[in-house]
């Protein structure tokens, strides 16, 4: 494919517990996100990365965090998921940032009960 | 805060007929991109666009950029069930640099 992964693809978790997220590339952008995409609201920003340990919020940030220690991996985390937090989230690399678009992983289905 | 309107949403046509699905907004943007998702996959570029009044074509389908960088159209000749699926717009905010996403509008193509 476009040389980005997702993991897991499905999780059904509880209210209250840690859960990460992976984003994995192999094609060395230095730019990566993090969408989330709910029906009615398209795909919103939670958090985007520009380079190792450079990260900023996007604008659903509260209850998220990320981190970014090689190039390749784009971690997110939920701390203490919420059912508000049921999701489908995608992870997005691109080049120089968002004049030539984005590519997209396949997406994890989350699940908070 | 920048926002992208779609329309329609929902869109159910039969094979051969011709469509067009509009982007609107009050706002200025950089330029413009448009993707397509299927079910359980994520989205896929089709196309940017940059300069104001700019059209592209891709086999069937033609995109354009408002003059004024403001809005977008995709217009799909001759539609065939494999063109169903959700298509997005995406603008690149002048004031951030980040995309906005549009809420998509849903095409369905009957054979």
């Known amino acids: 494919d476009a040389g980005i992964t997702q993991s897991p693809r499905h999780k059904v978790t509880e209210t209250g517990t840690p859960v990460t997220l992976r984003c994995h590339q192999t094609?060395?952008?230095?730019?990566m996100y993090w969408y989330r995409q709910d029906p009615g609201h398209g795909l919103r920003l939670i958090h985007y990365?520009?380079?190792?340990?450079?990260?900023d919020k996007g604008e659903v940030s509260d209850g998220y965090s990320v981190s970014r220690s090689k190039t390749e991996d784009f971690l997110l985390t939920l701390e203490s998921a919420t059912s508000s937090q049921t999701s489908v989230y995608f992870c997005?690399?691109?080049?120089?940032?968002?004049?030539?678009?984005?590519?997209f992983g396949s997406g994890t289905r989350l699940t908070v009960v | 805060t920048q926002l992208l309107e779609q329309s329609p949403q929902f869109l159910s046509i039969q094979e051969g007929e011709n469509l067009t699905v509009y982007c609107n907004s009050s706002?200025?943007?950089?330029?413009l991109q448009w993707y397509r998702q299927e079910p359980g996959e994520g989205p896929v570029l089709l196309v940017t666009?940059?300069?104001?009044?700019e059209v592209k074509k891709l086999k069937r389908l033609t995109f354009q950029f408002g003059d004024a960088r403001k809005d977008s159209s995709l217009h799909i000749t001759a539609a065939q069930p494999g063109d169903t699926g959700l298509y997005l717009c995406?603008?690149?905010?002048?004031?951030?640099?980040?995309?906005?996403f549009g809420q998509g509008t849903t095409l369905q193509v009957k054979p």
């Open positions: 997005a690399i691109s080049v120089t940032g968002n004049a030539y678009g984005y590519t």
């Open positions: 094609e060395n952008h230095r730019y």
């Open positions: 990365s520009y380079g190792v340990k450079d990260t």
């Open positions: 706002s200025v943007f950089s330029s």
């Open positions: 666009v940059v300069t104001g009044g």
């Open positions: 995406a603008g690149e905010s002048s004031n951030t640099g980040k995309l906005i």
